[in-house]
């Protein structure tokens, strides 16, 4: 599970709990908010995984656990994942400009993390041209 909050005006801090720490080879990971195009809470359990998705760094054991990082889709977009099949509770991050395309992580409630998100984007200081 994934603890969701804003470590400053212009950052989203996703911080790696339990297992997954271990499991996807990552204890936090820093969005810069300018960097999400889209947030949504998500499907429950695991995402539909295709022959030629790839897992480059981290654990899956099929129909069980995705945790890390993942060449995954069609267009071959690097998502990073934190996911069991029991998974409720989905966040969904749509990226660009950053190193991963997508993240799609289980949180402890999916519909107060997106507030948390949109809202430290409204607030979010516009960049000086």
């Known amino acids: 599970m994934i603890e969701v909050s804003l470590k400053d005006a212009e950052t989203l801090h996703l911080d790696v709990r339990g297992w997954s720490v271990i499991l996807g080879l ?8 300018h960097c999400i195009q889209g ?10 995984f295709r022959f030629g998705d790839i897992r480059t760094l981290g654990t899956s054991v099929p129909r069980l656990v995705a945790v ?3 060449w995954m889709g069609k267009s071959w977009e690097r998502v990073f994942l934190d996911l069991r099949r029991s998974s409720k509770e989905v966040l969904v991050l749509e990226l660009r400009g950053w190193r991963y395309d997508r993240v799609i ?25």
């Open 105 to 129: 992580v289980e949180v402890r409630d999916a519909k107060s993390a997106v507030r948390m998100v949109e809202e430290g984007r409204k607030q979010r200081k516009p960049a000086l041209r």
């Open 26 to 33: 990552r204890r936090s990971l820093d969005i810069p908010l």
């Open 68 to 70: 890390g990082s993942f």
């Open 39 to 48: 947030v949504q809470a998500g499907p429950a359990g695991l995402p539909g």
